[in-house]
């Protein structure tokens, strides 16, 4: 099974992927709202090995917040061009905060990818730690400026702000902050986006432009609108696709020219402070959620029992700890096949984040019994 595990990694490893980013913004939907014209394909900037020894460094913290399941994960992988970011198709994938890193030129952008806002009652139920929601305010406090990511394309929850997220922007009002509208590509009308921006930005963004109307005299006080669903003060709203790419060149440019002349935090060529062995562990965690069903995956323990990196190959081990032998037989499936899925797909996820050949083996155990793959 470490073999072929190995050699599947080997191929994935040689296998390129190139992903045309697309350019969608608040002015291109200006005058074309009824219009699905094609926009056309834009390029990333230059490398960090292409910067001017001459020039001073400038860099940007960003905290990225926002409920559960809006695609915060896929959205900062895609946006330093990266996997870092475990992710699934269930809530709660990110239990603690990530940094990413994209170094372009002189400027160096930090992301935080913090856990989805949640309440006191889905910390109960999905057995989330106590210091759970105290993460994205760890991330908030080391960061220049709040990207808050929204699911345009969720019907039921589009037009109003959570207010765990309206709650954390009044609590962090010293901080400018920013609406990413996520998922656009499950939207065909142009007018609704129009009309989302307003909703969710209390109309107080002028589309098109780069400013805020000021609503009264009363303007430099921090206030929403009765309905606590909007936020008066995004000083920008980008739209995008994480998953696809789109929009994401516009927003980047957009930070890139907020950063501030400093040194930079972390060098020109890693993309995550994580351990290799802390972002093993997510990744196999994240894989169980998306093959596992209902609040099953939340119940598991995993751990690191092994990792080293020999002639450019990454070997290494996870233990899955069942809270029952039922739980176990579930997991590993018919001839231990689901668990063979799960090991080949977190395969795949660990050769695209380390550039390397990984063989990987997940076992599982349950009062004492142990079973590998």
């Known amino acids: 099974m470490r073999y072929n595990l190995l050699a599947s990694s080997l191929k994935l490893l040689n296998s390129t992927k190139t992903h045309n980013l697309f350019l969608v913004n608040v002015r291109s939907l200006t005058g074309a709202a009824h219009t699905n014209d094609a926009v056309a394909p834009t390029t990333r900037p230059p490398p960090a090995e292409s910067r001017n020894p001459g020039e001073e460094q400038r860099s940007l913290h960003i905290a990225v917040i926002g409920v559960p399941n809006v695609g915060k994960s896929t959205f900062i992988n895609n946006t330093v061009n990266h996997r870092v970011c475990p992710t699934s198709a269930k809530v709660h994938t990110t239990r603690q905060s990530n940094t990413a890193i994209y170094t372009t030129g002189q400027t160096q952008l930090v992301f935080y990818d913090t856990p989805g806002l949640v309440t006191q009652h889905e910390i109960r139920r999905h057995h989330l730690d106590q210091n759970f929601k105290s ?3 760890h991330a908030i406090q080391h960061a220049d400026i709040i990207a808050v990511v929204h699911d345009a394309s969720n019907a039921w929850t589009r037009k109003e702000l959570h207010p765990t997220v309206l709650d954390t922007l009044k609590a962090y009002s ?6 990413v509208l996520n998922k656009i590509d499950a939207l065909k009308s142009k007018r609704l986006l129009l009309d989302l921006i307003k909703t969710l930005t209390n109309d107080t963004l002028t589309v098109g432009k780069r400013e805020v109307q000021a609503k009264s005299a009363l303007a430099k006080e921090i206030r929403i609108n009765k309905r606590e669903s909007s936020w008066s003060h995004f000083s920008d709203v980008f739209l995008v696709s994480a998953l696809t ?28 402070d994580s351990s290799p062995e802390a972002l093993i562990v997510e990744s196999v965690r994240a894989r169980l959620l998306d093959y596992l069903p209902q609040e099953i995956p939340y119940n598991l323990k995993c751990e690191i029992e092994y990792y080293s990196v020999e002639k450019n190959v990454v070997y290494t081990s996870v233990q899955v700890q069942c809270p029952t032998t039922r739980i176990e037989r579930l997991i590993c499936g018919e001839g231990n096949g689901k668990l063979r899925q799960i090991t080949e797909r977190v395969t795949s996820d660990l050769v695209e984040m380390f550039g390397q050949a990984v063989s990987l083996t997940i076992s599982t155990v349950s009062k004492g019994k142990k079973t590998a793959a």
């Open 135 to 137: 993460a994205y305010r």
């Open 174 to 179: 010293n901080l400018p902050s920013f609406l």
């Open 245 to 272: 790419g789109n929009g994401l060149q516009e927003m980047q440019n957009y930070l890139v020219g907020q950063a501030k002349p400093r040194d930079w935090k972390y060098p020109a060529d890693i993309h995550t």
